[in-house]
Nanobody
Framework: QVQLVESGGGLVQAGDSLRLSCAAS????????VGWFRQAAGQEHEGVSC????????YYRDSVKGRFRISTDKANNKIYLQMNSLKPEDAAVYFC?????????????????WGQGTQVTVSS
C-alpha cells in the first residue's frame, strides 16, 4: 500500500557521515514500526535500526550503536538514518521498511512494506 523511497546514499570515505532519508507516501502513523535494513553483496537483509512509530524502544544492531541514529518526521512522512563514523563494513544497499505487525527484533520478516534501496559505499 505505502510507497517508500530512499535517498541520500552515495560514496563516502571511512569516518565520514551520511544521512539517509525515506519518504513515505502516506502517514507513518498507519504503521506499528519503521526501520532501516541493509543488504551487503551476497548477504541477507539485516536489521540496522528500527523504531516504533510512537518513538519508544528504538533498536540498533550492536555494530552501529553509538554511530547511527534513527528518527522520524511524522508531519512530513519521513524516516531518517543518520550514520556517523562510517566503516567499510557498513557498505550495503540500505532499505527503508515499515510494518503493520508487531515486531520485537527488527527482523526483515517482520516488515511488509519496503523501499527500493539506496546504495552506500564506504572507501578506506
Amino acid at each position: 500500500q505505502v510507497q517508500l523511497v530512499e535517498s541520500g546514499g552515495g560514496l563516502v570515505q571511512a569516518g565520514d557521515s551520511l544521512r539517509l532519508s525515506c519518504a513515505a507516501s502516506e502517514s507513518i502513523d498507519h504503521y506499528v514500526a519503521v526501520g532501516w535494513f541493509r543488504q551487503a553483496a551476497g548477504q541477507e537483509h539485516e536489521g540496522v535500526s528500527c523504531i516504533s512509530v510512537s518513538g519508544e524502544d528504538p533498536y540498533y544492531r550492536d555494530s552501529v550503536k553509538g554511530r547511527f541514529r534513527i528518527s522520524t518526521d511524522k508531519a512530513n512522512n519521513k524516516i531518517y538514518l543518520q550514520m556517523n563514523s562510517l566503516k567499510p563494513e557498513d557498505a550495503a544497499v540500505y532499505f527503508c521498511a515499515a510494518t503493520s505487525f508487531f515486531g520485537t527484533d527488527c527482523e526483515p520478516n517482520e516488515y511488509d512494506h519496503w523501499g527500493q534501496g539506496t546504495q552506500v559505499t564506504v572507501s578506506s
